[in-house]
């Protein structure tokens, strides 16, 4: 399998933590720069050939909608764990949506579930 591809936006403009967690798991992870980040999240994706997209906002769904809506990418949205992540994956989501969360572990637990997945 080639090397996991993973877009991160944040309405703030954050997500190097979970950046490096996805990095640690054996990822690329490339982090949207700028506010309202999350927003742009499906134009990145589909310019990259991303297999997974994270969002960040309060309410966890913006970006990820937006995603799904102008893309198609099956997203799941208004996340607040990293275990709902997790099952969003197996459930084939590609989208993510999370409140604010930039921690390392999100982004290596879900790079690894990822690759657990497709093998």
Do not use: W
């Amino acid at each position: 399998m080639s090397q996991v591809v993973v877009v991160i936006g944040d309405r703030l403009g954050k997500g190097q933590n979970v950046a490096k967690g996805v990095e640690a798991a054996g990822g690329k992870a490339i982090v949207i720069a700028g506010m309202g980040a999350d927003m742009r999240l499906g134009d990145v994706m589909q310019a990259e050939n991303a297999d997974i997209g994270i969002s960040f906002c309060g309410s966890g769904g913006a970006g990820a909608i937006t995603a799904q809506t102008k893309y198609g990418y099956p997203c799941h949205y208004g996340m607040r764990s990293i275990d709902e992540g997790v099952t969003a994956l197996r459930d084939g989501k590609r989208v993510l949506g999370f409140g604010f969360m930039d921690v390392e572990e999100l982004g290596k637990r879900i790079t690894e579930e990822y690759i657990k997945i497709k093998g």
